[in-house]
């Protein structure tokens, strides 16, 4: 095999998206922030947690309609005193999970000091979803749906109550966050090439240049270059992989 079709193999094996996305995962220790990221990347319970020491690093690609997204996720500790270690990777963050735990009042009314900070910090652009989070400890609740709703919607975020024990609506948090990006993508209000958007260009494009041989970017929306090009949009729901 001539040499230059090596590369040419590299390339195939390569992992391909559209856009890389970071994400935080925050709120008060023990409300199961990295049971949530746990079930979302692998699919199950995440059994005998541990308490994160600092911040936890992993990633998982979504698709959404014809985009495939890379979700590069960082699980926070919820600890004071890791405090000023997480809040350092804040930065440049596209999206944040905010994580209370529904069975626990204080990890409630302890948000508004998580979503200061983050916002303080992240993109000027950042979409946070709330997540009421062990929905399955309905008799232990001290926290009505109601007023977490009501709570989300004067501070303009998203909401949604989960388990991370059942798994369920643990996906839906990350895609409504990666939709919402999209959409601020697609509005103009948030450029990927822009540093510290917390949003980058995958190389899909790239990759489709590669194999071709050809010099264009049209794959990516179907109308022309990557930098003014409009993003057509799927409905939420989007099939996940
Ligand atoms: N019943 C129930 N327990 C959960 C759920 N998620 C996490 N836990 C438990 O809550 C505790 C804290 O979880 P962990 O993910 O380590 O919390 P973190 O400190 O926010 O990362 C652990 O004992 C988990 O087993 C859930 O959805 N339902
Ligand atoms: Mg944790």
Known sequence: MPAHDYGADATELMETY???????????????KSCLLHQFTHNTFKEHSQHTIGVEFSSRTIKLGEKRIKLQLWDTAGQERFRSVTRSYYR???????????????????LSRWLADA???????????LVGN???????????????????????????????????????????????????????????????????YGDRALRRVSSSSRLSFGSLSGSGTRRGSKLRLP???????
């Not at 993508?185 to 958007?197: F, Q, R, V, W």
């Open 92 to 110: 440049g963050a596209a999206g944040a999970i905010l994580v209370y735990d529904i069975t626990n009042r204080a990890s409630f009314v302890n």
């Open 119 to 129: 916002r303080a910090l992240a993109s000027s652009q950042l979409v946070t979803v």
């Open 134 to 200: 062990k929905s399955d400890r309905e008799d232990d609740r001290e926290v009505e749906w109601a007023e977490a709703s009501r709570w989300a919607a004067e501070n303009d975020l998203h909401f949604l109550e989960a388990s991370s024990l059942t798994g369920d609506n643990v996906e839906a948090p990350f895609l409504l966050c990666a939709r919402s990006i999209l959409l601020a993508i697609e509005s103009g209000t948030l450029d990927p090439e822009k540093a510290g958007s917390g949003v980058s």
């Open 18 to 32: 559209d856009f890389l996305m970071k994400y935080i995962i925050i709120g008060e220790a023990g409300t199961g």
């Open 235 to 241: 409905g939420y729901g989007g099939k996940c992989c």
